[in-house]
C-alpha cells in the first residue's frame, strides 16, 4: 500500500484525529506476541518497552488504530511491523475472533483499562512470531520473558494503563498463567 | 441515561457522524436474539423485518452504534431494546468476547459484508432472551424460526448485506448450523 | 432418569471403574458457577468447599464425571444438581464449546492439575446460576464471593490441585480477573 | 516415545479396548488441517479419503484417541503425523481450547455425528500445516480443496458420519464459511 493510498484512505491530519476521539469510540488492535514451542505452547512473551500515551514507559504489547478501509489483519500486520520491525514472520491466528475485547477511556475507574487521549474499543490477540524481532524507532526495547517472569510483581509494576492484566488475560487463555 | 447525558456522551449531530464515518471505523455491536431450552440449547432465532441501510428490505439481527464514552454491554442492552422492546430480558454473556467480529465495508467485494453508508467493525454476539420481544417502530415484524428454517434457502434470499452469512456464523458457533 | 436406566447406560461397578481408570483418559465436565448482574458481569463466584480425591479440604468449582451414551449438557445439569441441588436453576451457555479444557494426571508434575485417581480430560464451562443453591450431602458449604475475593491470597490456598488456577482462567476469560 | 513406554502408558489390546468402550465416552481430538496465507487467512483445507468407522469411503479430517497419559497437544500431533505424514510442520494453536466439541454416538439421531463403534467426545481443533503432507497407509489420499469446494453439495455428499458439519463448523469459526 503506497503512502499516498493511506492518505487517502486511513490516516489523518492531527486536527482531524483530534476532533474524532471526541466524538466516537476509535477502533484498536493489540497483538501479544509469543515465542511458541513445535506443541503450540507459549515458551515466551515479548514485550515493548515504549513510552505510554499518559507519558509513563511501561512495558506493553504491540498496540494500533484501525484505519479507515483497512481489514483487521491488515492492520494487526501492519501495527507488528511497526513495533517489532519487517522481519518478525507474525502467525495471525486463522480464527479472527480476538480472544478478549478490552475497551479503554480517559478516566480509569470505568474499566480499569486507561488512555488519556480517547475511548478506544481494542481487539487483541495472541500472536506466535517466527523471525527476528527488532525495536523499531518508538520503540526502546523488547524483552522476552517466560510467562512467570511475564506475571511477577517485578515486571506487573512496570505495566501501566492496564498491560499487566491485559496480558495475564492472554497467559490465561492460552493455559499458561502462573 | 437521561437525553441530556447521552447527547453530551455519544449522540452526534446528522453532519457530526458524515464526517466521522468517512475518516475511520465506527464500532458497532450486533446481537444474534435465540430463545434457548432449560439446557442452554437454541430453539429459535429471532429475525427482525426491517429496512437496510441500502435501502433494501431484509431480515436482520439486532445492530447499532457503540457511543462515545458508552461500554459495550450498554451499548448491547441499549439496541436490544431499541429494536425487542424493553421487556426482551436479554441474557448477556459472562465472556466479554464476540463469537465474531464482522468488517462491513460500502463495496461488497472487499469482505461480503457491506453497509453503503460506513466501514463498520462488529462485534456479534448470541443473546439469549427470555421475555416478551416487540418490534420496535424501525421494526416492521420479529419472526422466531428454527435453526433449519432460519438457515433455509427460502429465509437466507431475504437477508441482504451479508446477515445470511453472519447467522450461519452464529448457528455454527452454538454447534447448531444444519 | 431413573436408577435402572443409569446402571445400564452409565453407571459402573467400583472395580470397573478401577480398570478403564487405568486405562484410558476419562471425559469430566466442571462448571464455574456465577451470579451475573443485569449486564451478564459476573458479581459473584460460588466456591464448594468439600473433600477432595488426594484426601485434602478444598474450595473447589462443581465437577463430575460424563457418563456412558451421556450428552454433555446432561451431565453439566446432572453434576450442578448434584453439588448444588435441584432449585440451582443454571443457564448453560448456548455455545457448546468449554472455555478451556484442563487436563488431570495423578502426578501433580505433568500440567499442575492433579487427580490421584485418574487421567482425567475435563471440559470447564462458566454457568451463571439464577436460584437457590444449597450443599449437598457431600459438600460441606457453598461461599459465594466477589472475582477480587475469589483471587485473594487467602482463598487460593484454600485450593488445591490446581483449582485456584482453573478459577482465575475463568475469571479471566470472563474479563474480571482482578 | 518407544513403542514400550506407549504399550505401558495408553495402548490396549482389542479385547481392553472393546470393553473399555462399552463402559465410558473415549477422548478424541480432532484436526482440521489447513493452509494460510501470510494474513493467516485459510486458503485450502485438506480432507483425507479413508475407511470410517461405520464400513464406508468418506472425506474426513484428522481424527483418533487420546491415549492414557498422553497430552492433547501430543495426541493432536501423533494423530497429525499418523494421517499427514512426519514433515506436515503443524502449527498447534497457542489456545489449548478446542473451537467446538463434537459428541459421537453409535446411533445417528442423538447428535447427528455417529461412531458404531463407542461414544467418543472429540476435541476438534483448525490446524495450519506448512510442511509436505503425505497420505498414510491408512489414508487413500489427501485433497486440498478452497472453502468453497469444502462446502460444495459434491464434496458434502462424500462426507459421512457428520463430518461435513464437523467441517463447516470449522469454515464458520474462521469466518470462512461461504
Chains 1, 2, 3, 4 share one sequence.
Request: charged letters at 25%; a negative charge; glycine letters at 6%.
Amino acid at each position: 500500500m503506497s503512502d499516498q493510498t493511506e492518505t487517502q484512505q486511513g490516516w489523518l491530519t492531527n486536527e482531524e484525529i483530534e476532533i474524532v476521539r471526541g466524538r466516537v469510540p476509535i477502533v484498536y488492535v493489540e497483538a501479544v506476541p509469543v515465542r511458541v514451542d513445535d506443541q503450540g505452547r507459549i515458551t515466551q512473551v515479548g514485550l515493548l518497552l515504549q513510552a505510554m500515551p499518559d507519558g509513563t514507559i511501561s512495558r506493553s504489547v504491540v498496540s494500533g488504530r484501525v484505519l479507515y478501509r483497512e481489514r483487521l489483519r491488515e492492520a494487526l500486520i501492519r501495527n507488528i511491523e511497526k513495533d517489532l520491525g519487517s522481519l518478525a514472520l507474525p502467525k495471525l491466528p486463522s480464527c479472527p475472533t480476538p480472544f478478549t475485547v478490552v475497551e479503554y477511556f480517559p478516566n480509569g475507574d470505568v474499566s480499569g483499562y486507561t488512555d488519556p487521549r480517547q475511548h478506544a474499543v481494542s481487539l487483541v490477540y495472541v500472536v506466535p512470531v517466527e523471525g527476528i524481532c527488532e525495536p523499531s524507532k518508538a520503540t526502546l526495547d523488547i524483552a522476552w520473558l517466560t510467562p512467570e517472569e511475564a506475571d511477577s510483581p517485578e515486571v506487573r509494576v512496570e505495566m501501566t494503563s492496564g498491560q499487566d492484566r491485559l496480558l495475564r488475560l492472554a497467559l490465561a487463555h492460552c493455559g499458561c498463567l502462573p
